[in-house]
């Protein structure tokens, strides 16, 4: 089976070669091939990958941040004249466990699989994303508690595991997002398209969820500084949450819901 695995990273060096190590040697009957995009880190990363005969990598400015990173690496495979079975979507910090991704590619064919990953008491962390309403944004990340998987609305990209040829029908993460919303958009695009997503039962490794502390959603700090990190490429700026709302919701739940953060802030809630 030979899967084109897709990743971003900058200045992690380790966790990014440990990774492609981790996927390569804990799933032995799997030909796994790279497209990696390093966003100019200044700590080695794109020296060290040369170790790796299956790994291309792709060089950014610093600008890319993740949705552009990701962007650019499917658009990349998607001009890829070779043959695959599935694209995998990944991130560096997680920690995959003995033969997952053999396991997740094992299951039922024809449809999006995303494997959910925990952090280190066992607490899910990252997975398949429920759609708790129609007009209002509110989302809960789930794993399935069956073998059979559960259907989900969209995902994290920790682990996503696309069959080559709904990949191709995908298209590209939406150009509006700079660093968060792309995969959630992308997913969401995916089930707009009929295109089934499930959430396997297994976990798939362990990945820490990103702390509150220090982001915009950090009730401690003052609330210049909370609105300049919610305005930031990692945080949520004001243009990119309004066409997601926008996008997936409505005109009514965009102009609503994109002020939200703000009266947070004002609130410090």
């Known amino acids: 089976m030979r899967i084109l695995g897709l990743l971003t ?28 995009v390093d966003d100019n880190s200044n700590d080695g990363t794109a020296e060290a990958l040369k170790q790796f005969d299956c790994v291309k990598v792709l060089h950014g400015e610093g600008s890319l941040f993740y949705s552009g990173g990701m962007r650019a690496a499917i658009n990349a495979a998607r001009k890829d004249k070779k043959s695959y079975e599935y694209v995998l979507l990944f991130n560096d910090d997680v920690e995959f466990f003995h033969r ?27 997975g398949g994303i429920e759609k708790k309403s129609d007009w209002i944004p509110r989302f809960k990340t789930v794993k399935a508690e069956k073998e059979k998987g559960k259907i989900v609305d969209t995902f994290n990209a920790n682990c996503v595991l696309i069959p080559w040829n709904l990949f191709l029908r995908l298209g590209n993460i939406d150009p509006v997002y700079t660093h968060a919303l792309g995969d959630f958009d992308y997913g969401l695009c995916a089930k707009k398209m009929g295109i089934k997503i499930k959430v396997s039962s297994d976990y798939v490794g362990i990945c820490n969820d990103n702390p509150v502390a220090g982001s915009w959603n950090d009730k401690t700090l003052p609330r210049m500084t909370r609105l300049k990190l919610k305005e930031s490429p990692k945080g949520l700026p004001g243009k990119e949450w309004f066409h997601f709302l926008y996008k997936n919701y409505n005109l009514i739940t965009a102009l609503g819901y994109s002020i939200s953060p703000y009266v947070r802030i004002l609130l410090k809630k």
Request: aromatic fraction near 10%; charged fraction near 25%.
């Open 100 to 126: 997952a991704i053999e396991t997740l590619a094992g299951r039922e064919k024809n449809c999006i699989w995303v494997g959910p990953v925990c952090d280190r008491n066992k607490i899910l962390s990252y």
């Open 9 to 36: 990273c900058f200045n992690r060096k380790e966790k990014t070669v440990g990774v492609i190590n981790k996927l390569v040697e804990g799933n032995s009957n799997i030909q796994f091939y790279f497209i990696v």
